[in-house]
């Protein structure tokens, strides 16, 4: 599975933007998805997932009420719809898939198998 995220871009503080990642060489549908993102110098942190079936999705505390993750399993993609957003928001956007990973381990980089190659964010103040 190869997934390729898009959407990324300069957006003043209070904005809204929306990344899509798209996968190829199989189906998700019965794949966890999942938003990472890194800042210069930081960590790469979990944003948001969500499971493939029983509409179960988990976000970071610094997100909640603000991002919604969504997926359309007929395209085979997957969605982070940003709101209000924040100069800390910034950072570069990676969308992650596994077949496998279970629900402790949605929040660790570590528990994901495939990830994209990433989108740059930019919130100005």
């Known amino acids: 599975v190869q997934l390729q995220a898009s959407g990324g871009g300069l957006v003043q503080a209070g904005g809204s933007l929306r990344l899509s990642c798209v996968a190829s060489?199989?189906?998700?549908?019965?794949?966890?998805v999942g938003w990472f993102r890194q800042a210069p110098g930081k960590e790469r942190d979990f944003v948001a997932a969500?499971?493939?079936?029983?509409?179960?999705?988990n976000y970071a505390e610094s997100v909640k009420g603000r991002f919604t993750i969504s997926r359309d399993n007929a395209k085979n993609m997957v969605y982070l719809q940003m709101s209000e957003l924040r100069p800390e928001d910034s950072a570069v956007y990676y969308c992650?898939?596994?077949?496998?990973?279970?629900?402790?381990?949605?929040?660790?980089?570590?528990?994901?198998?495939?990830w994209g190659q990433g989108t740059l964010v930019t919130v100005s103040s």
């Open positions: 969500a499971k493939f079936s029983g509409g179960y999705a």
């Open positions: 992650t898939a596994d077949p496998s990973v279970i629900t402790s381990n949605l929040a660790s980089r570590t528990g994901w198998r495939y």
């Open positions: 060489g199989g189906p998700i549908n019965r794949y966890a």
